[in-house]
Each structure stands twice: as structure tokens, then as C-alpha cells.
């Protein structure tokens, strides 16, 4: 889907080197900083951009250029969204629709859309007099109005409360399920896990492509366990613990008497970890696996990937897929 995809703006690269590769029916999310490039590259793999060098593809086609039949095929929600002020809610929504063809008895069909957004009660009131949330809502139903089979909605859940979240995302699912594919942006990192692979931008570079467990298994290269000793630790100590074979990463203090190890197996290393330490002249009073959250992943990730950049290191997190999961076939 997209190659070497760069987008320049005054010879600034805001995307730079990116690849991408998506299967029918895959929600993708793109996550990153403020400013990182997800919506740049939004619009790239839209084709509402031209990229600056390497190619962003569609249906097999460039995304520049396709015919109208196939635009019609996909839905896009831009961060601002395109409505009528002056008209009221059901009216933009009709507006919509008549704008891909779809036939005038489609009274049922708006009616579904605008209970999903919870605005039926609000379908005759004016857009200007909607609070922003809504207006959100109403762009939202406005894009999938056609039932296109491919759609990029950028932050389409900004604004809008946990539990209208939820229900967006159990729908997105549906779609996915039924062979949609789904390409989203989100301000909100916890999302991730609604996605099949998740992308992580930062200063317009690809640092991840892969699934969401892969995504917080590399905020530490490995699976993480904390440790609480009897006493703390010398370094000395630490130092022995590091040299087990289990442990593949740094250890960390977290309190004076809690290390946080990294290992290749939290469950293996959790059947060990009690005698090891004995070994070592250290007693544990507990020893648990710690879920590492997206916040978490994504911090670590994107600090790890600057402070590479800013040493001269080449800019990729460890742990981190070049750009796309090996054997996934390109999308269309």
C-alpha cells in the first residue's frame, strides 16, 4: 500500500521512508506524538496528497489516480469535518448520501446511522447549534453513509466519551469482520488493542508496524517481571542477577527492595526466579509479570527512538518490524 512513501512541505520531511502493507479486512492504527505525521500520511494513502518520492497504492492503483467508481469506494473523515452549518443534522446526512447515488428511500438506512451516533433526537436541529462532539459524531455517520469498503478515519473517536467509544469500536469490528478495512488514527494509545497492527509514527518515521502485543513487548525488548526482595539489593548483586541466563535486558529499581527484570519468558522466568535468586543470597517475597500498557509501550518506544537519533544511531527502536510483518500481502 504504500513504498518509500515521502511527503515533503518547504523541504521539511513530515513523512519520510514509509512502508506499509495491509490485508483486506485488517484494522490498522496509527498512533504517535502530536505532529508525528498521521494525518499527512492519512491523506497520502488516501490520495488526497502527492507524495514527494515512493508511491502510495490503492486497489492496485496509484492512490492519485483513481476513477470515480473506485474513490467511491472508500471513506474518509478528516479531522475537520465537511458539513452544512445552515442545515440540519438529518439534512447533511441526506446531503451525503445523495452525493454517492444512494437511492431516495434510504429513510431506514439514515435512521440506523444517526441511532448508532446517538443524534436522533438531535436530527432536526441545526449543525451550527451542535456542540463539536457532535458535529464529530455526524461526520462520522456521514463517511460510512455509502458503505464504502475501505475506510481512513483520522481521530474519529476525539471528543467523544469512553462508552460512545466503545460502541464505535465494537462497530469497526463488525466492519472488519464483515471484510472492511479500517486505517485510524488515535490520539488515544490504549486503542490499540481494538486493532489488528498498529503503526507507531514519530517525526515522521515509521518505528513500528506490528500487532498490539508485539507493540508493548518492545517497550522493554521482552517480557517484563517485578521483583520484591526481602532487602535491596547490592549492585553487586545486580549485577550477578543480569548474568542469568533468562534475563535479556536491563534491570531496573523500581523501589529500594522492587527490581523490574526483563526476560524472554515471564512464565518460564516466574518458575525460576525464587531459587535464582537464592542462589544469588537474595529472598523473594513476590514475584509477578508486569503488563506493560500502550502509554507505557508507546513512551519508552518513541524516547528510545530520539535518543537514538540524537546519539547518531540510526533512528529504529529495538524490538521494532522494518515497516511491515513479514508474509502480509499487500492490500488490492
Known amino acids: 500500500m504504500a513504498c518509500d512513501l515521502t511527503k515533503e512541505f518547504d523541504g521539511r520531511a513530515v513523512?519520510?521512508?514509509?512502508?506499509?502493507?495491509?490485508?483486506?479486512?485488517?484494522?490498522?492504527?496509527?498512533?504517535?506524538?502530536?505532529?508525528?505525521?498521521?494525518?499527512?500520511?492519512?491523506?497520502?494513502?488516501?490520495?488526497?496528497?502527492?507524495?514527494?518520492?515512493?508511491?502510495?497504492?490503492?486497489?492496485?492503483r496509484s492512490a492519485t489516480e483513481l476513477s470515480g467508481a473506485e474513490r467511491a469506494e472508500i471513506g474518509y473523515l478528516p479531522q475537520t469535518p465537511a458539513l452544512f452549518p445552515d442545515l440540519s443534522v438529518r439534512e447533511n446526512l441526506s446531503f451525503h448520501a445523495s452525493m454517492y447515488g444512494l437511492p431516495l428511500r434510504r429513510k431506514r438506512h439514515l435512521r440506523r446511522l444517526l441511532d448508532w451516533v446517538e443524534l436522533t433526537d438531535d436530527r432536526r436541529k441545526r449543525v451550527r447549534d451542535i456542540s463539536g462532539g457532535m458535529q464529530r459524531r455526524l461526520a462520522l455517520a456521514a463517511t460510512l453513509v455509502h458503505g464504502p469498503r475501505l475506510l481512513f478515519l483520522d481521530e474519529p473517536t476525539a471528543?467523544?466519551?469512553?462508552?460512545?467509544?466503545?460502541?464505535?469500536?465494537?462497530?469497526?469490528?463488525?466492519?472488519?469482520?464483515?471484510?472492511?478495512?479500517?486505517?485510524?488514527?488515535?490520539?488515544?494509545?490504549?486503542?490499540?488493542?481494538?486493532?489488528?497492527?498498529?503503526?507507531?509514527?514519530?517525526?515522521?518515521?515509521?518505528?513500528?508496524?506490528?500487532?498490539?502485543?508485539?507493540?508493548?513487548?518492545?517497550?522493554?525488548?521482552?517480557?517484563?517481571?517485578?521483583?520484591?526482595?526481602?532487602?535491596?539489593?547490592s549492585d553487586t548483586e545486580i549485577e550477578r542477577l543480569a548474568a542469568l541466563p533468562f534475563v535479556i535486558g536491563s534491570i531496573e529499581r523500581e523501589r529500594h527492595d522492587v527490581l523490574r527484570i526483563v526476560v524472554s519468558d515471564a512464565d518460564a522466568a516466574l518458575e525460576l526466579i525464587s531459587s535464582a535468586l537464592e542462589e544469588v543470597g537474595l529472598d523473594v517475597v513476590e514475584a509477578a509479570e508486569h503488563q506493560v500498557d500502550y502509554d507505557e509501550a508507546f513512551v519508552r518506544?518513541?524516547?528510545?527512538?530520539?535518543?537514538?537519533?540524537?546519539?547518531g544511531g540510526d533512528g529504529v527502536a529495538d524490538g521494532a518490524t522494518d515497516g511491515a510483518v513479514a508474509g502480509r500481502r499487500e492490500e488490492r
Open 15 to 60: 513523512v519520510r521512508d514509509l512502508d506499509l502493507a495491509i490485508e483486506d479486512g485488517a484494522i490498522v492504527g496509527l498512533i504517535g506524538p502530536s505532529g508525528c505525521g498521521k494525518t499527512t500520511t492519512v491523506r497520502l494513502l488516501a490520495g488526497l496528497l502527492s507524495p514527494s518520492a515512493g508511491t502510495a497504492s490503492v486497489f492496485g
Open 159 to 233: 471528543g467523544i466519551d469512553p462508552i460512545l467509544r466503545d460502541k464505535f469500536w465494537q462497530e469497526f469490528r463488525t466492519m472488519s469482520a464483515s471484510g472492511r478495512t479500517l486505517v485510524i488514527t488515535t490520539q488515544y494509545v490504549g486503542e490499540a488493542s481494538y486493532c489488528d497492527l498498529v503503526g507507531l509514527l514519530s517525526d515522521g518515521e515509521l518505528l513500528m508496524f506490528d500487532t498490539p502485543d508485539n507493540l508493548r513487548r518492545a517497550a522493554f525488548d521482552g517480557e517484563v517481571i517485578d521483583v520484591t526482595l526481602r532487602r535491596p539489593p
Open 301 to 311: 518506544v518513541v524516547e528510545r527512538h530520539r535518543g537514538a537519533s540524537t546519539a
